[in-house]
């Protein structure tokens, strides 16, 4: 029988995490309860996790960019550490005013990414803040938008398509510019006269395996909530739920763009992507 992640606990910034660089553009409110991030024509800023993870339950709570955000990108990811690297992405790709922003998530494995779907919200990200989590065990990769989940990838190994399993991830977030590609495909350009541009995050929950960067393994196996057998796959009301997503919002799905990919890569049937 699969389960729903446990609910996240809100924790201060400090705890889990520091500036990765600009730290004069994030500003900090009620007890580092919640932070902004700033992007000006100057800089963006970032912020990343003092620790390395292997497996866990990751989850952030953002409001984004208000009004016209063209050209502007946050980023709330898992990277590990070198050119084989692997990475889990929700990318909020800004817009001109009236337009919802566009969620872009990815997985890259082994330095292999070209896996990019895209979906419109079905409510307004900028308005209030909702929860963005990635569960992350060997079995299976979960995006959820607060408890929806929009996007599984399933460990398809056997398949011959690798798998993050080995390899300790920090956790970044970060507010930047990228109007050479981010709307419309770079037509549309950063409007610097709105600046500066303001994101909005709290509950910096993380629920993970902490390892060193040198670590290849974390025995959790059973151990904690996120490796229990309930889930090793979503249940029926949570495919439905992704089902619902795929027909309703869904943009650009990789799987079925066949002029990159003539032929359906494996993992997307598994994860019930088409």
Not at 87 to 98: A, C, K
Not at 207 to 230: H, I, L, N, P
Request: aromatic letters at 16%; proline letters at 5%.
């Amino acid at each position: 029988m699969a389960a729903s992640p446990r609910k996240p606990i809100n924790v201060p910034f400090q705890r889990n995490y520091v500036p990765t660089w600009a730290a004069d553009h994030i500003k900090s409110y009620n007890g580092g309860n919640e932070v902004q991030l700033l992007l000006d024509k100057y800089t963006g800023t970032g912020f990343q996790t003092k620790g390395s993870y292997l497996f866990g339950h990751f989850s952030m709570q953002i409001k984004l960019v208000p009004g016209d955000s063209a050209g502007t990108v946050v980023a709330f990811y898992l990277s590990s550490q070198n050119s084989e690297h692997d990475e889990i992405d929700f990318e909020f790709l800004g817009n001109r005013s009236g337009q919802p922003p566009i969620l872009q998530t990815n997985v890259f494995t082994g330095g292999k990414g070209n896996r990019e779907q895209r979906i419109y919200l079905w409510f307004d990200p900028t308005k209030a803040f909702h929860s963005y989590s990635v569960l992350w065990n060997l079995y299976q990769i979960v995006f959820f938008v607060d408890d929806v989940p929009i996007r599984v990838f399933k460990n398809c190994k056997d398949l011959g398509v690798r798998f993050p399993f080995n390899q300790p991830m920090k956790i970044y977030s970060s507010l930047w510019n990228a109007d050479d590609w981010a709307t419309r495909g770079g037509l549309e350009k950063t409007d610097w006269s709105k600046a500066p541009f303001i994101a909005s995050y709290r509950g910096f929950h993380v629920d993970g395996c902490e390892a060193s960067v040198e670590a290849k393994f974390c025995a959790t196996q059973g151990m904690r909530w996120w490796d229990q057998k309930e889930f090793q796959d979503l249940d029926a009301l949570q495919y439905r739920r992704l089902q619902w997503v795929r027909q309703k919002f869904t943009i650009y799905n990789y799987c079925t763009d066949r002029s990159r990919y003539p032929i359906m890569p494996p993992e997307c049937r598994r994860d019930r992507d088409v």
